[in-house]
């Protein structure tokens, strides 16, 4: 069964001459297990379909359900990594990692022994006590992947998550998403415009001006 469906679902931004068609009405399944690259280029809707797998937006026509998910999506089942830093600059790493967890009702106390033993999988434990604006943008980058992953999640959504890294750090936060999702035996699906990123994915869809192009969508 798949994780997440979207049937006809597409998603219109304003109304009347001023209306944008973001997503042209999709079919899909993503599938448990599913490594994806997400092609295209800046405004061609990667950004929208990962916006309503996640829930994080509803379409304007057509249905995304979750069949095989637990509820609430976040924090847990659905983690979304997205480009540039979105660390909170007060929380210290540990703290920002651990919030996911205090969100879903977990103990401060449990919340932050987990989100340390986390980091320390990535050998970012050094930095657990930093404020982000003491971190370099890799080092950020990865410690907002250890956030959306701590919760363990089956369906991982990375918008553009090496946009704006460097080559070096871009191939280690694609590497760490892949070994995560192999750990976790989740999904994972990775939007981006660079195709030596999109190497690391065995699957590739592309999608121009809000639809799929050469894509085998899976049903």
Not at 81 to 106: I, K, M, R, Y
Not at 131 to 137: A, H
Request: aromatic share 4%; net charge negative.
């Amino acid at each position: 069964m798949s994780l997440v469906r979207c049937e006809g679902a597409g998603r219109t931004y304003g109304t009347g001459a001023a209306a944008t068609v973001a997503l042209q009405p999709t079919d899909c399944g993503i599938e448990p297990g599913a490594r994806i690259a997400l092609m295209g280029p800046s405004g061609s809707g990667k950004s929208t379909l990962l916006h309503l797998l996640a829930g994080l937006e509803k379409p304007t026509v057509g249905s995304v359900t979750w069949p095989d998910l637990p509820t609430p999506l976040r924090p847990g089942p659905i983690a979304v990594v997205f480009q540039g830093p979105s660390l909170l600059p007060p929380l210290t790493v540990a703290e920002n990692v651990a919030l996911p967890l205090v969100l879903a009702g977990w103990s401060d106390a449990e919340a932050r022994h987990r989100a340390r033993r986390a980091l320390g999988l990535l050998d970012l434990a050094p930095l657990a006590d930093k404020l982000p604006d003491e971190l370099s943008g890799g080092q950020a980058q990865r410690a907002a992947v250890v956030r959306a992953l701590v919760a363990e999640p089956q369906l991982i959504l990375a918008d553009e998550p090496t946009g704006q890294l460097d080559h070096v750090s871009g191939g280690m936060v694609a590497s760490v998403l892949l070994a995560v999702a192999e750990h976790l035996g989740a999904a994972l699906i990775v939007a981006t415009h660079d195709p030596a990123i999109a190497d690391y994915l065995p699957e590739r869809w592309e999608m121009h001006s809000g639809g799929m192009r050469g894509a085998a969508w899976s049903r």
